[in-house]
């Protein structure tokens, strides 16, 4: 199952400059240490805050061109469109962005390689440990859970490329938890989409000329979610290529479908 051409090329497709540039000082610093590791995350609190109020949560997962230890670059695609006035002000809730490492992913993989290097299998394997910002991650979103101030619900969560790939795990790991979710650009265990197929309501989107992720990926997964019954929606943009997620952040009914849904 050839998912991914080069997953690393995703790197150069974004940096932090960009963020950087951008206000995005209503997302709080915050971090998340367990065992000597820690999660680096931005939160962005519902407009007109009540701490006695209970928020839906919409957890976002960066690509690959987004990781590091600044806990800045992971806002350059999406932490803009949680900020509009017509998002935060009709669909009021906690947003969580956080930062993955270097090296590393949100979601097991394994490559096979020829014998030039090139990647001509990708696998994401569920039997293992998840990796160690999932694995932090998993934690941090109990613990906002267990503070009473989150509608538990009503947890969403999507991303985009290596974050696609990170939804579609933890969806498949944790279909308890969420509500909904909407994965750009990503790819995963297609076999086992049964075990959220009709619990965890699913939008999935790419662009039809990636070159990154091929189309392929999302495209299988349209067709196992479909076969089994399960409801999900799949929206490909012909002519575009791994930047998908800039029609995504435009879709005019993604935040409506997606608070539609609850547990």
Request: aromatic content about 12%.
């Amino acid at each position: 199952m050839r998912y991914l051409k080069i997953l690393l090329l995703a790197c150069l497709l974004s940096t932090g400059m960009v963020a950087a540039a951008q206000d995005f000082s209503q997302y709080t610093y915050q971090t998340f240490s367990r065992k000597g590791d820690t999660l680096r995350y931005r939160l962005l609190l519902p407009a007109n805050y009540k701490p006695r109020k209970k928020y839906p949560l919409i957890v976002f997962l960066h690509g690959a061109g987004e990781r590091g230890s600044d806990n800045n670059a992971q806002l350059l695609h999406g932490g803009e469109m949680f900020l509009r006035d017509s998002i935060r002000q009709n669909y009021p809730a906690f947003v969580l962005f956080p930062q993955c490492p270097v090296n590393q992913t949100w979601a097991p993989m394994r490559f096979d390689r020829d014998s030039t290097g090139k990647v001509i299998r990708a696998d994401f394997p569920l039997d293992g440990d998840a990796t160690p910002p999932t694995a932090l991650l998993n934690p941090l979103l109990d613990s906002l859970l267990a503070s009473g101030k989150v509608d538990t619900k009503r947890v969403y969560i999507g991303g985009l490329s290596l974050g696609g790939m990170g939804t579609f795990y933890m969806i498949t790991t944790r279909p308890g938890l969420f509500a909904a979710a909407f994965p750009i650009c990503g790819a995963g265990n297609v076999a086992e989409a049964g075990r959220f197929a009709k619990k965890v309501p699913v939008w999935i989107f790419h662009g039809g000329e990636d070159k990154v992720v091929p189309v392929e990926a999302s495209r299988a997964y349209h067709a196992q979610l479909k076969s089994l019954g399960a409801e999900e929606k799949y929206t490909e943009y012909p002519g575009v290529g791994h930047n998908s997620w800039d029609n995504v952040f435009v879709e005019p009914e993604l935040m409506n479908w997606l608070f539609q849904h609850k547990k």
